[in-house]
């Protein structure tokens, strides 16, 4: 039996997002149908599809929140499973497609060109299979060079075939910024190792500025060369790292259960590492549990920036973050057009950014509220309930050990916002788009006056 996508797609009339969200879906459903099975725990018995399905969603989503404890429940089996779904999740399905397609000396259709824009999240269809063929060739280079560094403590430490695993593992893991590890506790055993800090740091940066970004830079490598999504994008990447080191070295510079017992280089170190794990990475190197509520706090606000458009990332991106600031600033200067590097922004985009971020909080909001009541008997506070259902929106993956203590409600309501994390920004911007398109009228209402502030 021949199954033919492009038959499939002009029988279901889909637009290209819709495409994705069903393949997205599928993907899981088959990663939990694989985690299920009774080979893939370590015990020889079967999980329970529920713990499964949000295993899977989570790899998939490229979140890192778990229910088990990943490197203690998974057989190899399972976590074989667990790192190919973080690949195809974090790479995105119709790149892989099209990896297997130019393997096979397939055709890439129109249709699978428009499919393959909607996943890496641009406006321009020329050039997108050059474009793919080029993210899947870094993608592997950048995981291979980041496996090789960790390799050189990894297998000082578990030995040469379970010391390469680890390394080919939580680099795939951290240049996907998926935040799933294998070591048991995350890398807080690595919590002053320059070696493994570093290697992390730079692979969910670099997998988080996006491929558009990384294959900009490599093309122009100065800085005044890249376009203005490059150089708005790696701005507020740079602001942003900067502030979130600042803020957590000083508010846990004395807090003897995070930075307090470290030397003065590991709190540098320690700073760095919380700073970018926000950005969607979700490994660790201190206990989430016990930072301070303001700390906490600030974790979640990254958490929610995430990272950037067409990259690994989740979250409400930066350069959205970056548009809504630009327009407040064009407003108290008295702008009337919103401009920066001398260019002007189209309304359209601020129109974008707007809803895209005003969905997302209205979805957090509404999905802490109904945790607050579905996990009323689990003990945790507000604080930690917001920041369990920021981390699965900006699919990061910290947790202040709510996830394992989650009522099957619970559980399927963060598999539920990982899912929307993973696919909702990007789809209801393009969606946004496209209506914009359509709705194109002939005439125009007058405008109305309404007080503002």
């Known amino acids: 039996m021949n199954f033919n996508i492009d038959n499939s797609f002009d029988s279901i009339k889909m637009r290209p997002s819709q495409f994705l969200i069903l393949w997205f879906a599928i993907l899981i459903f088959v990663g939990a149908t694989l985690l299920n099975l009774p080979f893939a725990s370590t015990g020889g018995k079967s999980i329970g599809f529920i713990d499964a399905l949000f295993t899977s969603a989570s790899s998939v989503c490229v979140t890192g ?12 089996f399972g976590k074989i499973v667990i790192l190919l779904l973080i690949q195809v999740g974090g790479l995105g399905i119709m790149t892989m497609a099209t990896l297997i397609a130019m393997l096979l000396g397939k055709r890439i259709t ?9 996943e890496l999240n641009t406006n321009a269809l020329q050039g997108i299979v050059k474009l793919t063929k080029h993210i899947i060739l870094m993608t592997i280079s950048i995981e291979a060079i980041g496996a090789l560094f960790l390799s050189i403590v990894f297998i000082r430490d578990f030995g040469v075939t379970k010391g390469i695993w680890f390394s080919i593992f939580h680099a795939v893991s951290a240049f996907c910024n998926a935040g799933f590890d294998i070591i048991g506790n995350s890398m807080v055993n690595y919590v002053d190792n320059p070696i493994v800090n570093i290697v992390i740091i730079s692979l969910v940066i670099i997998g988080g500025i996006g491929f558009y970004v990384l294959w900009d830079l490599i ?5 005044k060369k890249l376009s203005l999504h490059s150089k708005l994008v790696l701005a507020i990447t740079g602001i942003l790292l900067a502030l979130g080191f600042v803020l957590v070295f000083i508010l846990e510079y004395t807090n003897l259960k995070t930075l307090g017992n470290l030397n003065f280089g590991g709190k540098i170190l320690a700073s760095l590492f919380q700073s970018m794990t926000p950005r969607t990475a979700g490994f660790n190197t201190i206990d989430m549990a016990s930072l301070r509520m303001s700390t906490a706090f600030i974790l979640i606000v990254l958490m929610f920036i995430g990272g950037s458009s067409g990259s690994t990332a989740g979250g409400v991106k930066t350069s959205t973050i970056g548009i809504i600031f630009i327009c407040i600033y064009s407003v108290i200067k008295g702008k ?9 922004i189209p309304y359209f985009l601020v129109f974008r950014a707007i809803a895209v971020v005003g969905i997302a909080m209205l979805l957090i909001m509404s999905v802490t509220v109904v945790l607050t009541i579905t996990e009323a008997n689990v003990g945790f506070n507000f604080i930690d309930i917001l920041f369990e259902v920021m981390s699965a929106f900006g699919t990061v993956g910290l947790s202040r050990g709510v996830t394992p203590s989650l009522s099957i409600i619970g559980r399927l309501i963060i598999t539920f916002t990982m899912f929307i994390g993973r696919i909702g920004p990007l789809t209801i911007a393009f969606a946004i788009a496209q209506r914009q398109k359509e709705n194109k009228g002939y005439y125009r209402y007058p405008e109305g006056k309404i007080l503002v502030g």
Request: cysteine-free; proline content about 0%.
């Open 65 to 76: 929140l778990v229910v088990v404890n990943t490197a203690a429940h998974w057989t190899l």
């Open 110 to 118: 129109l249709k699978d060109r428009l499919l393959m824009r909607e």
């Open 219 to 223: 093309q122009n490598k100065k800085f």
């Open 336 to 344: 009337k057009d919103i401009e920066i590097d001398m260019h002007r």
